[in-house]
């Protein structure tokens, strides 16, 4: 790990850190007052800095979230570790590589054609990626981490990729969140694939809007709602239709302390 620069980010005390990764860049945040709880997101450009985030300079504001959920709960607030995608204009489909399911698409199953990764000479690294993530940057950043403590959180393709995190890794963490998953990559089979290899020892959320993208998402996360109740999750799936949200930071931070506490407060993981 090497450090490139620290960061003040308004409404959070401390330094956000900038990290490399040999060629992954991290942002991460570790409160003063101590933690055993660890969060890890996404798309990390657009978790903590708005120079560096891809959406108009919006971000998650997810430390300043995860303190005010935390305080309410009367819990420290956990670290934060937020991983930036590889997309770059020399590599315009890196966040792709990185995030679709690289065991679901080893087949030829169905693509949106939208997607350059429907091109066989365009190789996923998703496995690698979480690989990297799990045993290099958690142990580096937070060795405190524990599985019963840790969740993973991302949106549409990262949302995608934290259910795969879920299938590959479920020893390392406990919850998923998942905002506005972005099942139409493929078709309604490559969502049974996934929801019937999800572990159904983990809390899992997922979200979407009505407005932009997300309303497109309807027919697929209905099919895959009814699949997650047939495997019977109890209290620990939760599914939530947001009204007037869209796709994109912006909308994903207004309601982002509501998945925050579906994973911090105790009292949610009932069967």
Do not use: C
């Not at 045993?135 to 840790?150: C, D, L, M, R, Y």
């Not at 099942?183 to 019937?196: G, N, P, Q, T």
């Amino acid at each position: 790990m090497q450090e490139i620069k620290r960061i003040q980010v308004r409404g959070v005390t401390g330094e956000v850190v900038r990290a490399q990764f040999g060629d992954r860049t991290v942002d991460y945040w570790l409160p003063k007052q101590g933690t055993d709880r660890l969060l890890i997101a996404h798309d990390g450009q657009n978790v903590f800095d708005g120079k560096t985030s891809t959406h108009r300079g919006q971000t998650w504001k997810m430390a300043q979230t995860a303190i005010q959920v935390s305080h309410e709960l009367g819990i420290n607030p956990p670290a934060i570790i937020a991983v930036w995608h590889s997309s770059t204009k020399q590599n315009p489909w890196g966040r792709a590589k990185d995030l679709a399911p690289q065991q679901f698409f080893s087949n030829g199953e169905y693509v949106d054609p939208r997607w350059k990764i429907s091109d066989p000479t365009v190789q996923l690294h998703s496995d690698q990626y979480l690989e990297t993530i799990f045993n290099e940057i958690v142990p580096a950043v937070a060795p405190f981490a524990i599985p019963e403590k840790t969740a993973v959180i991302g949106s549409s393709m990262g949302g995608l990729a934290t259910l795969y995190a879920a299938i590959k890794h479920p020893e390392k963490f406990s919850t998923a969140l998942a905002l506005s998953p972005h099942w139409v990559i493929s078709d309604k089979e490559f969502a049974k694939k996934m929801v019937e290899a999800l572990p159904a020892t983990h809390k899992i959320w997922m979200s979407r809007g009505d407005k932009g993208l997300d309303k497109e998402y309807p027919p697929f996360q209905d099919y895959v709602d009814d699949l997650m109740w047939q495997r019977d999750f109890g209290t620990r799936y939760v599914s939530k239709v947001y009204k007037r949200s869209t796709h994109n930071e912006r909308s994903w931070a207004k309601y982002l302390d509501q998945p925050l506490n579906f994973w911090l407060d105790s009292r949610t993981h009932t069967p």
